[in-house]
């Protein structure tokens, strides 16, 4: 099923995907609703108004002492299971701590991010997770360290792979995970990359992570 699709994306290319994402946008399935979803672009927790968030899919955020559960984040099933991915957008400065807080709670242990932090001069996701080996930062309560970074495989630089050490506290446990954090850095203008990521994180339980920004005219 996977190759179907990937030979069908193949065919299309960049110009026929891009055709059908814009036809795909202007349809509104019968009874979505985005009522989370309204005012968040005001706020600062969406980055585009014509970008919405479904509520029957969206990730409800459950941290303590949050006042707000909104994050623009939806699950996507796929026939082995129903919250097999999280797409969410590339974080923006006020919603950084609400990604963190998603990424421990739904116990995720990949975060594939398809995007650059900044594209043609534009800002398109916070810089959220250590970039060099040994740094740290903190979020929301959430800290995260840089334990090593290494290229997918010698002959697929393209996408680098930073280990991370993430730390936070639980009912006042300290609590621990390892996170793979995948960026796929040369995605080209005009095809798709040759790459095997999409094998290595097919067999990951939790859902994966995919933080993106859409394709806009």
Not at 31 to 57: I, L, W
Not at 110 to 134: A, H, L, R
Not at 151 to 167: H, I, M, S, Y
């Amino acid at each position: 099923m996977v190759e179907k699709w990937v030979r069908r994306a193949l065919d299309k290319g960049v110009d026929g995907l891009r055709e059908e994402y814009m036809g795909l946008k202007r349809y509104v399935p019968e009874g979505m609703t985005v009522n989370a979803f309204q005012g968040t672009y005001e706020s600062g927790k969406s980055r585009y108004k014509d970008v919405p968030c479904q509520d029957k899919y969206r990730v409800i955020l459950k941290w303590p002492g949050i006042t707000d559960d909104y994050i623009h984040a939806n699950y996507v099933a796929t026939p082995i299971n129903e919250k097999r991915f999280i797409c969410t957008q590339g974080p923006m400065p006020k919603s950084v701590d609400d990604f963190w807080h998603m990424v421990v709670q739904e116990e995720s242990d990949s975060i594939v991010m398809v995007t650059n932090t900044i594209e043609k001069g534009f800002n398109k996701c916070e810089q959220y997770w250590p970039n060099d080996q040994g740094q740290s930062v903190s979020f929301g309560g959430v800290d995260i360290t840089n334990t090593l970074v290494r290229a997918l495989a010698p002959d697929e630089t393209g996408v680098r792979v930073c280990v991370l050490a993430v730390k936070w506290k639980e009912g006042g446990k300290e609590r621990s995970r390892e996170i793979r954090h995948y960026q796929w850095i040369d995605w080209p203008d005009r095809g798709v990359p040759p790459c095997r990521l999409t094998a290595m994180v097919r067999f990951y339980i939790p859902p994966s992570i995919v933080d993106s920004h859409p394709v806009k005219k």
